[in-house]
């Protein structure tokens, strides 16, 4: 009886263990799992990113640490990690602790497990120590205090300055002593000095920038004449008197300016403030050289947020400086934003066109079946070919057939003949073409053959029916590969690197000379900007909170751009959604 029953219990688990694997739940319970662990994955990757960029700005507080040596540090504690602390090397022992040859050195204390800790301090002065970070081991630190004069200054050059005001001179004269005092003559000083300041760059970029425009355009209507006309014939001299006569004028306007910025900048020259760092060497800057100043040691919360708020929107509004790892990065966003536009421009009307032919007009057969294959492979070209391609193509053969026939007199250098905005667009447009192709063929798919079919009883024309038919209700799908297209287009940055893109333009390719926007000017990418500083600058550890506030802005810009396609595309859906979908 009990061997009987066993059997049974047997065959009964076997039959369902059998139904379970038949109904595929294994599978189901896989794929689950997979999507859940790509989904943590995607936000442990947005939440590192979002964390570490939206602290990048926030002002830490002043330590002051004297070790076991006696010597003494000032700056903000970066990061805290354990390490193992290598044996036997000498060189490496030097380094890590600041020892000297030949000096004593203090035994290490280790735990059980040979494992310590140290901190990472960002001293900044690089002016002065010629690094912007110190690592100090925990065990080393016999003093650790917070002074309360401590001040942060953020320079124009060198990063940031971390110790004390001594004093603040105007013309070399000492008008101010002390912390206290010299802070508050620096603070009714450098309003003025920065006001200044930001008048002389406006100058050059403005005034100057119209008249050197201006003489380069008279510049070139010479050079012009001389290439129709021959040198010293009658009608190029008299272009040519006109020409200089006109040059005068704009010279002396040139002239009038320069001493204009000549005298601003002596104003500024006028007043110095004289800082000591933490080990007592003293350093001498302009007060219109300091763009920011705090005692981060004394702000209330509030006063902390002032400061992050002023940072967010120098970063949002400004050009970069310090080789891309301060300031802002206007240019990058604008860059970005419209060379996404310019290819999207580029890109849906021909990928929409390709695919009508092939899915409406082209005969099914043979060749057609190789087309759709090579528009799939081309889908898995590597990014930098397209760049290749990009370079040969576009900027030297088109571009350098632009130059040849509508600016011969700027030759030979280049206008269209080299990298730019509109290069980079088009062969980023290449690149995701494919993606558009496809997703169109599938939404002309999507449209019921009744539909097409209604429209022809009606009497309209094959043209007539996919305007007004198909067309408009394939549009949600072709907007779906548009999406594509710019999540895709807008991070990439190898292409980018050969047909346009360069570490810094502070110039936009926007102004109010005609065509008022230059698409034949290189730009600024964010991507790319990533890349320069998180691999490029003089010290990846001072560009990695950047890095991640870049990125932060990136995914934003990108998100922003698909946000705005995915509610046309829902709009459309809901305007052409009829009783057969």
């Not at 059980?112 to 960002?122: A, D, F, P, Q, Y």
């Not at 119209?210 to 009608?235: H, I, K, M, S, W």
């Not at 991507?527 to 870049?550: C, L, W």
């Amino acid at each position: 009886m009990l061997k009987a029953d066993s059997l049974r219990a047997g065959k009964l688990k076997k039959r369902r263990t059998s139904r379970f694997i038949t109904r595929g739940e294994p599978i189901i319970w896989l794929t689950g799992g997979a999507l859940a662990l790509a989904t943590l994955m995607i936000l442990g990757l947005l939440f590192l990113v979002f964390y570490q960029g939206i602290l990048t700005f926030w002002p830490k507080q002043l330590v002051r640490i004297i070790d076991r040596q006696g010597r003494r540090y000032l700056g903000e504690v970066s990061r805290r990690e354990r390490y193992y602390p290598g044996q036997g090397d000498r060189r490496m022992e030097v380094q890590e602790y600041g020892g000297r040859e030949g000096s004593p050195t203090l035994p290490r204390p280790h735990s059980s497990n040979g494992v310590t800790e140290r901190i990472l301090v960002k001293i900044g002065n690089y002016d002065l120590y010629g690094e912007d970070f110190r690592w100090i081991p925990l065990f080393e630190i016999q003093k650790k205090e917070y002074p309360p004069e401590a001040v942060t200054l953020e320079r124009l050059e060198w990063g940031p300055f971390y110790g004390f005001m001594e004093e603040v001179r105007i013309d070399g004269n000492t008008v101010a002593r002390g912390p206290e005092e010299s802070w508050k003559k620096f603070k009714e000083f450098h309003s003025p000095a920065r006001a200044r300041y930001l008048k002389i760059r406006s100058i050059e970029k403005k005034d100057l920038g119209e008249v050197n425009f201006q003489l380069e355009r008279l510049r070139l209507n010479l050079r012009r004449a001389e290439l129709a006309y021959g040198r010293n014939t009658d009608p190029y001299n008299q272009i040519k008197a006109q020409i200089e006569k006109e040059e005068s004028r704009w010279t002396t306007r040139y002239n009038q300016l320069s001493e204009e910025i000549a005298q601003l900048r002596r104003e500024n020259n006028r007043y110095q403030i004289l800082l000591k760092e933490v080990g007592g060497r003293t350093k001498e800057i302009k007060v219109f050289e300091v763009i920011r100043a705090y005692h981060p040691n004394q702000m209330d919360f509030m006063e902390k947020l002032r400061v992050y708020l002023s940072r967010w929107g120098e970063f949002l509004s400004k050009e970069p400086r310090e080789a891309n790892t301060e300031g802002g990065v206007f240019p990058a966003i604008f860059g970005t934003f419209m060379m996404t536009i310019l290819m999207s421009l580029a890109v849906v009307p021909f990928g929409v066109i390709a695919a009508l032919y092939l899915k409406e007009y082209a005969k099914q057969g043979l060749l057609i079946s190789n087309v759709r294959i090579a528009v799939n492979n081309l889908a898995g070209v590597p990014s930098i070919v397209f760049g290749v391609f990009g370079l040969g193509f576009f900027c030297y053969r088109i571009g350098g057939t632009i130059d040849s026939i509508f600016f011969p007199e700027k030759l030979p250098v280049p206008t269209f003949g080299t990298g730019g905005i509109l290069w980079a667009s088009l062969t980023l447009a290449l690149l995701t073409i494919p993606v558009v192709i496809v997703s169109t063929e599938e939404a002309l798919a999507a449209v019921p053959q009744s539909v097409r079919e209604g429209s022809y009883a009606c009497g309209a024309t094959k043209w007539q029916t996919i305007r007004r038919i198909v067309l408009p209700q394939a549009t949600p799908g072709i907007l779906t590969g548009l999406i594509l297209a710019m999540a895709r287009g807008a991070g990439e940055v190898a292409p980018l690197m050969i047909t346009g893109v360069v570490k810094l333009a502070p110039e936009l390719p926007l102004d109010r000379h005609f065509p008022y926007f230059h698409l034949e000017r290189s730009f600024m990418h964010l991507g790319f900007h990533i890349y320069d500083v998180g691999f490029q600058s003089r010290n990846s550890e001072a560009g990695k909170p950047m890095v991640f506030t870049t990125t932060l802005l990136l995914i934003l810009l990108i998100v922003t751009l698909n946000a705005a396609a995915i509610y046309l595309r829902n709009r459309l859906r809901k305007k052409y959604q009829i009783g057969h979908f």
